[in-house]
């Protein structure tokens, strides 16, 4: 049984980021902004600015399990992934 089968589907249109943590961390943001700033699939996304990236999460656009994340929000040891409406997706009608 692998463990791909707990993957929670992820949101359309959105971007999906994992994080790895080997131990509890205390903040969500700085670990998802090193992330976005360390992958090279999306080009905007790496060189996001830090007030973007605060409306972001401002605006909900950042995903945990389907609920949105608090930048303060702690990350458990093992395997987290994080939806962030970017772009496209996250232009409301």
């Known amino acids: 049984m692998s463990g791909e089968e ?39 996304l790496k060189r996001i600015s830090r007030t973007q990236f605060k409306r972001l999460f401002d605006e909900k656009k950042v995903v945990i399990k389907g609920q949105p ?3 303060s929000s702690s990350l458990n040891a093992g395997t987290t992934w994080v939806d962030v409406i970017f772009g496209e997706a996250g232009v409301s009608a």
């Open 6 to 44: 707990n993957i929670p589907p992820a949101l359309p249109g959105a971007f999906r980021v994992k994080l790895v943590m080997n131990a509890r961390q205390p903040r969500l943001d700085v670990h998802l902004l090193e992330a976005l700033r360390a992958q090279e699939e999306n080009p905007e």
């Open 69 to 71: 994340a608090k930048p």
